[in-house]
Nanobody, 120 residues
């Protein structure tokens, strides 16, 4: 079992940038596929970005070209760099670790979430 703790959320103006971090502990990090999900008020949780053990990435269409997911296996960290933020990016962002890139399933371990608010 892996434990996840997110950080880096906050309030940012439209067009601004944030970098979210996810610190993992308790298991062999490199075994896990890592994902970032988000849930806005009144909406279902959705995949934002995912990265496999080998570094293959996938992104939601709404964030392609603006968000970048990465991982550092030696530090047991995953990151989500977000640029050109829009008000519609406002949500609670969750880090997820799972065994397979079955992104549509509610699987694996979840962090507690970090709030991202994009507003002027």
């Amino acid at each position: 079992q892996v434990q996840l703790v997110e950080s880096g959320g906050g309030l940012v103006q439209p067009g601004g940038s944030l970098r979210l971090s996810c610190a993992a502990s308790g298991s062999i990090f490199s075994f896990y596929v890592m994902g970032w999900y988000r849930q806005a008020p009144g909406k279902q949780r959705e995949l934002v970005a995912g990265i496999t053990h080998g570094g293959v990435t996938t992104y939601a269409d709404s964030v392609k070209g603006r968000f970048t997911i990465s991982r550092d296996n030696t530090k047991k960290m995953a990151y989500l760099q977000m640029i050109s933020l829009k008000p519609e990016d406002t949500a609670v962002y969750y880090c997820n670790a799972r065994s397979l890139p079955n992104w549509g399933a509610n699987a694996g371990s979840w962090g507690q979430g970090t709030q991202v608010t994009v507003s002027s």
